[in-house]
């Protein structure tokens, strides 16, 4: 079935050092979407790719999502205590159904104030 | 902002025992999702619902676990005889358009069998 891989898993950095989280799929994907879940709280939208090398960025955050449209990228520029979390990314189900979301495992980021 | 909500927060049952988890989706949302984390993994797919019935399901969603849409509001699971390995924290989701946008997750209901 579709599986989607994600590295690293921990990633512990000094506050106000860059951070990247790499996401690889097995199939081409229609879309992507990353979320991030703060510990002990609920996974929160952050935001879909669509297109081929599509790039988007949020205030610090930057997704991309590749060429082949099998993997995808999210990186934090200065990294805050209020990036703690893990990130994952998420993509459609087996044979591309859009009704079900297949997680990766998640990237823990955890920063030293 | 509107929200998912769930309740209850956190459920204690003994193996065997059957369990209904209940979720109030977003008004205006129509597709209905069910995800379950056990302590320290991914977010794994469940279920999902759409107009009054499964559109799909995954290997682990077997003959234990129901899902019903009562009334206009409510969006429940049910865990007919509960196991060990069902203990995980249980997220209810909802979306306004099929699966390719975002998906509000509620704050999850914690299942503790014992």
């Known amino acids: 079935g579709q599986q989607v891989m994600q590295i690293p898993q921990y990633q512990h950095v000094q506050e106000g050092e860059d951070f990247t989280t790499y996401c690889n799929s097995s199939?081409?994907?229609?879309?992507i979407q990353w979320y991030k879940q703060r510990p002990g709280g609920h996974p929160v939208f952050l935001i879909q790719?669509?297109?081929?090398?599509e790039v988007k960025k949020q205030k610090r955050l930057t997704f991309q999502f590749g060429e082949a449209k099998k993997n995808s990228s999210l990186h934090i520029t200065a990294t805050q205590t209020t990036d703690v979390g893990t990130y994952f990314c998420?993509?459609?189900?087996?044979?591309?159904?859009?009704?079900?979301?297949?997680f990766g495992k998640g990237t823990l980021l955890t920063v030293n104030p | 902002e509107p929200e998912v909500t769930q309740t209850p927060s956190h459920q204690v049952t003994q193996m065997g025992q059957e369990v209904i988890l209940r979720c109030v989706p977003i008004?205006?949302?129509?597709?209905f999702y069910w995800y379950r984390q056990i302590l320290g993994q991914k977010v794994e797919f469940l279920v999902s619902?759409?107009?009054?019935?499964?559109?799909?399901k995954s290997e682990i969603f077997d003959d234990q676990f129901s899902v019903e849409r009562p009334d206009g509001s409510n969006f429940t699971l049910k865990i007919r005889s509960t196991k060990l390995e069902d203990s995980a924290m249980y997220f209810c989701?909802?979306?306004?358009?099929?699966?390719?946008?975002?998906?509000?997750f509620g704050p999850g209901t914690r299942l503790t069998v014992t």
């Open positions: 989701a909802s979306s306004l358009v099929e699966g390719g946008y975002e998906q509000y």
């Open positions: 199939t081409t994907l229609s879309n």
């Open positions: 790719l669509v297109k081929s090398g």
């Open positions: 998420a993509g459609p189900g087996s044979g591309g159904s859009n009704y079900k979301l297949t």
């Open positions: 008004s205006n949302h129509l597709y």
């Open positions: 619902f759409y107009n009054n019935e499964i559109s799909e």
